[in-house]
């Protein structure tokens, strides 16, 4: 059974800074993975798709990597801003989707 | 920790045929509940937002008449995809909002096939 885990469960940066946010599964089998954000009361927004034959995708700031031998991703957001602020979850998908429990991010002013 | 059950896990209908994905949050109350498709090779997007005992909100492009949505009680939700057509094939996924601390639960999808 897939398993999904995000760390860190939470982060607080200053604005500007550079961060890095970490998703890990268990199963390399996947179809893709995908980085979304949430904010409070709302869906999800998604943010970057990365098929499996795929090693990153890239959107404004946002950078995401895919390793699938090691069972890891990374989601790389540059110059941070107040607007980051979000909980940002990831997602793999093969026969179903399994979610992290995501990582709760606040940019501090 | 919270769950949400998503039935059926997968199904094959013929062209023309209604199909109803059930999404049951199992031990939290869901004041709101989300339903997302995937298709293939694209991101999952949302289709609709649904609050218990009112009308969901469509996302612009979904139709509303195609894709009902029902949300009767805190703890079920159901899609129902009426009158399905080859092109309605995707990855359909609920998600529950937990009022408590308003964290978002995901049952584990449905892959629909229609023929």
């Known amino acids: 059974k897939q398993e999904v885990t995000q760390i860190p469960a939470a982060l607080s940066v200053p604005e500007g800074e550079n961060l890095v946010l970490n998703c890990s599964f268990t199963?390399?089998?996947?179809?893709?993975l995908q980085w979304f954000r949430q904010d409070p009361g709302k869906g999800l927004t998604s943010l970057l798709l990365i098929q499996s034959s795929q090693r990153e995708q890239t959107s404004g700031r946002l950078n995401a990597s895919l390793d699938k031998s090691s069972g890891r991703s990374t989601l790389y957001i540059a110059a941070s801003q107040p607007g980051d602020s979000a909980t940002y979850l990831c997602?793999?998908?093969?026969?179903?989707?399994?979610f992290g429990a995501g990582t709760r991010l606040t940019v501090k002013p | 920790g919270a769950v949400v059950s998503q039935h059926p896990s997968w199904v094959i209908c013929k062209s023309g045929t209604s199909v109803k994905i059930e999404c049951r949050s199992l031990?939290?109350?869901?004041?709101?509940m989300f339903w997302y498709r995937q298709f293939p090779k694209q991101s999952l997007m949302l289709m609709a937002t649904s609050n218990e005992g009112s009308k969901a909100t469509y996302e612009q492009g979904v139709e509303k008449d195609k894709f009902l949505i029902n949300h009767a009680s805190l703890t079920l939700s159901t899609l129902t995809v009426t009158s399905a057509h080859p092109e309605d094939s995707s990855f359909y996924i609920c998600s529950g909002l937990r009022a408590t601390n308003e964290k978002l639960f995901f049952g584990s999808g449905t892959q629909l096939s229609v023929l």
């Open positions: 997602a793999v998908h093969n026969n179903d989707m399994r």
């Open positions: 031990d939290f109350q869901a004041t709101t």
């Open positions: 199963d390399s089998a996947i179809y893709n």
